[in-house]
């Protein structure tokens, strides 16, 4: 069974950056996509930036792109979503998952393991 535990959230002024963590434990997830969603209040679950396996491929939402990076440490277990030039709208629990293919994709029905999220606010 596979136990994902985000870190790293927290409020912060519009134009800033967090360094989100997620930890996995339970069994060795070096074979496991990871990915990075968020919900924001009266919104539906969306994707935000996903990484394979092995690292060398990812993959982000448009809204994202060029201001959040993902990178993961198969040794540490733990996968990162780095996030500057944070806007208001980027306001959200952050929530990252398993994909049981080992993609990186946005496909929510390949994610099996989600952890229970940490909230982001960025004020204005």
């Known amino acids: 069974q596979v136990q994902l535990v985000e870190s790293g959230g927290g409020l912060v002024q519009t134009g800033g950056s967090l360094r989100l963590s997620c930890a996995a434990s339970?069994?060795?997830?070096?074979?496991?996509?990871m990915g990075w969603f968020r919900q924001a209040p009266g919104k539906e679950r969306e994707f935000v930036a996903a990484?394979?396996?092995?690292?060398?491929?990812?993959f982000y939402a448009d809204f994202v792109k060029g201001r959040f990076t993902i990178s993961r440490e198969n040794a540490k277990n733990t996968v990162y979503l780095q996030m500057t030039s944070l806007k208001p709208e980027d306001t959200a629990v952050y929530y990252c998952?398993?994909?049981?293919?080992?993609?990186?994709?946005?496909?929510?029905?390949?994610?099996?393991?989600w952890g229970q999220g940490t909230q982001v606010t960025v004020s204005s």
């Open positions: 998952a398993r994909n049981r293919l080992g993609g990186a994709t946005m496909t929510k029905y390949e994610y099996d393991h």
């Open positions: 339970g069994r060795t997830f070096i074979h496991d996509g």
């Open positions: 990484i394979n396996w092995s690292g060398g491929n990812t």
